[in-house]
């Protein structure tokens, strides 16, 4: 019987212990690389895109030779104005991506070391690059559309004769979310939340190329689609794939979603439930790498991605 893929010694290319024994220096250079990967690290200016720069290596830091504007590593990047030395922040990438269901922000920041909200931010800046990724991808082929419902859980009354029936809309929270999830056959993941799974009816025309073929369920609203893609149904409630039609890879994404909310993060925000989907996609997309590949993946992506608006200063701003 062959050995699963993440099992096996090829998964593993990335360590912790590898990571803090090489030290500052080489996280450094690691970041370098992925930054400017096409001069295999050595740096021009992000600015005018000048080669001839001065290493001011007292500091970590560049100065253009043309404009004489200094810049780092991570100018202009997810990590401007970082606090955390490299090598602490390629630690949190590796215990990042080694969590194939999701990670914890109190978790993080013990393994770490740090205050929780440093972690926090931290993460959601990793979930904003790694999200980009298909921020403006098309789907095509075969996709699977699917939706379910995340949060606004209703606590049953202790008396009987107090309790209610939470599966009318007017006894539900206003805290309950759908996210609805387009899965293309043997490619990416993406997904989007509303307050309404049938919304999501935009969304697939938005993202997948009309003429595609879509396989989903039964769920009435699906139906508006038939005029513009090949419609594949199946009726989960006689069989969940049939002659080849089937929506398992969006179950595989969402039991991989419901796991990292109930397991690790307990409590999402209907805000940053988007971001957490984008996660779980992010993960289901890439299980076939190994986790030294999906650091630098995802290093190089928040490399590429420009300064987090959202992010940057969060807490400040929630103090004000």
Aim: contains cysteine; proline residues 2%.
């Amino acid at each position: 019987m062959a050995q699963h893929f993440l099992l096996s010694a090829a998964a593993r290319t990335l360590s912790l212990r590898s990571v803090f024994s090489e030290g500052e220096e080489a996280a450094y250079r690691r970041f370098c690389r992925l930054r400017w990967p096409e001069t295999d690290g050595a740096p021009h200016c992000p600015v005018c895109g000048c080669m001839d720069v001065y290493d001011l290596s007292t500091r970590r830091r560049f100065k253009c030779a043309a404009c004489h504007r200094q810049f780092s590593v991570t100018s202009g990047t997810i990590f401007a104005s970082r606090k955390l030395s490299f090598v602490d922040l390629l630690g949190a990438i590796c215990l990042f991506v080694n969590a194939s269901k999701g990670l914890s922000a109190v978790q993080l920041s013990r393994d770490l070391d740090v205050q929780h909200k440093t972690a926090f931010v931290l993460m959601h800046k990793l979930r904003e690059a790694l999200a980009a990724e298909v921020s403006e991808i098309q789907l095509e082929g075969e996709v699977e559309v699917d939706g379910a419902v995340f949060g606004g859980h209703v606590r049953p009354a202790n008396l009987r004769e107090e309790r209610v029936d939470r599966r009318l809309s007017s006894n539900r929270s206003g805290k309950r979310r759908a996210v609805v999830v387009l899965r293309q056959r043997g490619g990416r993941t993406v997904t989007r939340p509303f307050l309404r799974e049938a919304q999501g009816v935009d969304f697939a025309r938005e993202r997948i190329v009309p003429g595609s073929v879509i396989s989903a369920d039964e769920v009435a609203h699906w139906d508006l689609l038939e005029p513009d893609f090949n419609m594949q149904r199946i009726n989960h409630s006689e069989a969940y794939s049939l002659n080849g039609i089937h929506t398992n890879g969006a179950e595989s994404f969402f039991s991989r979603l419901r796991r990292m909310i109930a397991g690790q993060h307990l409590k999402v925000e209907g805000r940053y439930l988007g971001t957490y989907a984008a996660h779980a996609a992010w993960l289901e997309d890439h299980r076939k790498e190994s986790n030294g590949r999906l650091a630098d993946r995802l290093i190089g992506g928040a490399l590429a991605a420009p300064v987090s608006r959202e992010w940057k200063g969060y807490w400040q701003r929630r103090a004000a």
